[in-house]
């Protein structure tokens, strides 16, 4: 009865911490000053960096940036994206922008060649990461941004994105991504806003566990070719790290893209994104510990690794507690609000008040990882990629 006990406490603990306590313990972290290299660089904040500059013309010296957009079938918003590419405020002369087409059927890479993109790849179909790798390998910049196609950059979000790169221990960067347009039940533009803010903090202490599909950027020289189950989203911030480079976010670099309209929508877009974490989290060695700061260590288990666990945490502690049933209030209370929890997500589908929707879209968001885990088991590593329903 004693490993039941046990098994309890920890698995309850664990969820508590992962989604309440982690930020609470970064806050106190920041707090108390122990901020690394991601918030300072050589004892300076990085607003106290001279930028470089030129002895003759007395102008910043600004680095080149290849701006790379993977693309599958995007002739509805590539003419666009492109023209939004070229309008960012940044030297044209040192902008090269890129698009990568994974095998289009339709009029993308036309489009995109009409449209005015310096470089326009025809990829056979292999998938968003075999083609950014195409990209990277045929980009001049000096720096690699990456966005969706469907995201649309504010003009000065290059600008802002790569001033964190004066820093040379620096080798990854990503903005901020506000979503926009009718939920329809989907509250992962609530859920980013307290995402973001975390990212904030761990900026500011270690470097990000965790990055964004709609904007940031690389150096060339840290590019990592990686497998089509890998994501530069998830891959590259501890990869980086291994290599001694930190991984930041900017908030002032924004995008916006529109939202998934439906929390089924949502769930099919996580479940898709999940079928290769456990190719990173195992095959590319996300849990060997040898390389990480202890501070980024501590974050990447605790906002990483444990939430990947929060499914069979939630099991765990829901079995745990029918056994446990009988032996005070306080287990009877503990089962009652799991199962309201259950309750409320079911409720929401047709009851939209909010604490029915944040129910739902917890149980869903949580039970995505499972299935992702599920379907990596039936059909093998991912392939190609497909776009969420009603974001173009």
């Excluded at 990277?136 to 720096?143: R, V, Y």
């Excluded at 990456?146 to 040379?168: G, Q, V």
């Excluded at 529109?258 to 996300?286: F, T």
């Amino acid at each position: 009865m004693i490993v039941v006990y046990i098994l309890f406490w920890l698995s309850a603990a664990l969820l508590f911490f992962t989604h309440i306590g982690y930020p609470i313990a970064l806050w106190l972290l920041e707090f108390i000053g122990l901020g690394g290299r991601a918030g300072k660089v050589r004892g300076k904040k990085l607003s106290d960096i001279p930028p470089p500059i030129d002895p003759d013309t007395e102008e910043e010296i600004l680095p080149t940036v290849s701006l790379v957009i993977a693309a599958y079938n995007e002739e509805v918003v590539i003419e666009a994206k492109v023209r939004n590419a070229l309008e960012l405020d940044y030297p044209r002369e040192l902008l090269q922008v890129i698009v990568a087409s994974d095998g289009s059927s339709d009029r993308t890479v036309e489009m995109a060649k009409e449209a005015g993109a310096d470089l326009v790849l025809d990829l056979p179909r292999g998938g968003k990461i075999a083609a950014q790798n195409a990209a990277a390998e045929a980009a001049t910049g000096a720096l690699l941004a990456f966005s969706d196609a469907n995201s649309t950059w504010e003009p000065t979000a290059l600008s802002e994105l790569i001033e964190p790169f004066r820093d040379d221990r620096v080798g990854y960067v990503c903005g901020q991504v506000r979503f926009v347009g009718p939920d329809g039940g989907n509250l992962e533009g609530a859920y980013w806003r307290y995402e973001m803010r975390v990212r904030e903090m761990e900026s500011e202490l270690a470097g990000v566990t965790a990055g964004n599909g709609a904007i940031y950027a690389v150096r060339s020289v840290a590019y990592i070719p990686l497998k089509n189950s890998g994501s530069h989203d998830l891959s590259f911030p501890f990869a980086l790290a291994r290599k001694g480079l930190a991984s930041l976010y900017r908030p002032r670099a924004r995008a916006t893209e529109k939202l998934v309209p439906s929390l089924e929508g949502e769930l099919a877009r996580k479940r898709r994104m999940m079928i290769g974490l456990w190719d990173i989290v195992i095959g590319e060695r996300m849990l060997d510990p040898r390389g990480y700061s202890p501070l980024y260590a501590f974050e990447l288990f605790s906002h990483r690794i444990l939430r990947y666990l929060s499914p069979f945490l939630h099991l765990v502690l829901f079995l745990t507690n029918l056994v446990l049933l009988g032996e005070g209030w306080f287990y009877g209370l503990t089962m009652l609000l799991q199962v309201l929890l259950l309750l409320g997500a079911v409720l929401g589908r047709w009851l939209p008040i909010l604490p029915f929707r944040v129910a739902r879209y917890y149980v869903q968001v949580t039970l995505s990882i499972a299935l992702g885990l599920w379907d990596r088991w039936r059909q093998g590593p991912p392939g190609a990629w497909e776009k969420a329903e009603g974001t173009r």
